[in-house]
């Protein structure tokens, strides 16, 4: 057995997987571009069995291929890691929730702009009947990621080589399939490599202003469970929206204490979007790096970003409210004096479970920052085993509401958040890093 504390039956999403059923586009008499004629792209290489942000990472950037490419994007099921997931069940099969319970958007099926001709998603359920055989290109990517293989290639090069490849196929359909050959263990389009690296970055004009950013939206599951949890951000005074009066930290334990070992002794760069260049805080590696190996100093300073004290942690609260209130517009109703003093509540998204080590956080930041209400993860309660299910994106959208955010920059759920946060048009000056 494997997985979570939660002994009770977990959820089936059955609403949810029935409501993709019954996307109007999986018609297939529709009119060319969509229906029986239409072009699609699945990538039966997407990661599976990952943590949730590992995953969104990359369908996100899949669903802006098949967009650049002209052709329906095929979503699949979110599958679990196992270890993660909230409920205790077998090791197989995995665990798996519909993409539309998670994220709402293009991406899950939603429409694109009105004058866009991209048809719209479809679920891997339906790429059959869309697709026969004799429709479909069967794409290995060991063929196309020759060449663009490894850690040197630019991102958007890469991106290029895929939009020429879908766009040239002279097959309706396109079936991405891993390393037929298995000589790939990162068969993906868009790989650790790439999304680990700062070579992604070369992709962020095209990518933020892409309708699969723009038009992504929170799922309904996850706005209810916001919704249920709002009034513990409602101290310590009612506001119509706490959110701007909020401060979200993301602050990773547990597994953390080992990976940022691993990290440091790999000399391993923050993380996706984290490494955009007009963020305040930037990470530069420390000299001393050989293969596998760092010095005590540099391990050192690794530790105090990833895994910070409750030191270094108030000091950072401190600094980073005092940098947005005297990063102010100047407009009436965004002066200094308007900001000043408005933080004054904080949500701690964590996976420590510790209760002496809770307590302690709280109590050290309710005497020493200025704020007067903290509500973790562990507070959250919520209305219904579905919304358990999508608990880490609830988390997520806290932090993509709050007024500041400060996160961990080896960390692919906090370069999501910033994602999101930049998109919605958060000031670059909000978003922090350890």
Not at 39 to 52: D, E, M, P, R, T
Not at 165 to 177: A, G, I, Y
Request: contains cysteine; aromatic residues 12%.
């Amino acid at each position: 057995m494997t997985g979570g504390s939660l002994r009770t039956p977990p959820p089936k999403y059955e609403a949810w997987t029935e409501a993709e059923r019954m996307l109007p586009q999986h018609n297939l008499d529709l009119p060319y571009p969509e229906g029986r004629t239409g072009k699609y792209v699945k990538f039966s290489n997407q990661i599976k069995a990952l943590g949730w942000n590992n995953v969104f990472n990359e369908i996100l950037l899949c669903n802006h291929l098949a967009w650049r490419s002209g052709r329906g994007y095929v979503f699949q099921d979110y599958v679990w890691k196992p270890e993660y997931y909230p409920w205790r069940i077998k090791s197989w099969p995995w665990p798996h929730t519909p993409l539309s319970a998670l994220i709402s958007g293009p991406i899950s099926g939603s429409p694109w702009d009105a004058n866009d001709p991209t048809p719209r998603s479809i679920s891997e359920e339906m790429f059959d009947k869309f697709c026969p055989p004799e429709d479909t290109e069967i794409i290995d990517t060991d063929v196309i990621k020759e060449g663009i293989r490894g850690d040197m290639t630019d991102g958007k090069i890469i991106m290029e080589k895929w939009v020429k490849t879908l766009k040239e196929s002279p097959k309706r359909c396109v079936d991405v399939k891993p390393s037929l050959s298995g000589k790939d263990g990162y068969a993906q389009t868009f790989d650790l490599w790439l999304i680990g690296s700062d070579r992604l970055i070369s992709l962020w004009p095209e990518f933020s202003t892409s309708p699969v950013s723009t038009r992504m939206y929170t799922s309904p599951l996850v706005s209810a469970g916001v919704a249920y949890n709002e009034h513990l951000l409602q101290s310590p005074h009612p506001s119509p929206d706490p959110y701007t009066h909020t401060i979200a930290l993301h602050l990773r334990r547990g597994d953390y204490s080992s990976a940022c070992l691993g990290l440091a002794n790999w000399n391993s760069t923050f993380y996706g979007w984290n490494l955009l260049p007009l963020l305040p805080d930037k990470f530069l590696n420390p000299p001393g790096y050989t293969w596998g190996h760092n010095t005590p100093e540099n391990v050192k300073y690794y530790l105090t970003h990833c895994l910070p004290s409750l030191e270094y942690i108030i000091s950072k609260i401190k600094v980073s409210i005092h940098d947005w209130e005297v990063n102010a517009s100047g407009v009436k109703g965004d002066e200094v004096d308007d900001r000043r003093g408005k933080i004054d509540r904080m949500y701690v998204m964590t996976n420590d479970a510790g209760e002496e080590s809770m307590r302690e956080f709280r109590e050290a930041v309710l005497r020493e920052t200025g704020i007067r209400n903290v509500v973790t993860t562990g507070d959250m309660k919520f209305e219904n085993d579905e919304q358990i299910g999508v608990g880490m994106v609830v988390d997520m959208d806290i932090g993509r509401r709050a007024a500041i955010f400060i996160g961990n920059g080896w960390s692919s759920l906090t370069s999501n958040v910033v994602h999101r946060r930049l998109v919605d048009g958060k000031e670059w000056m909000s978003n922090r890093f350890w």
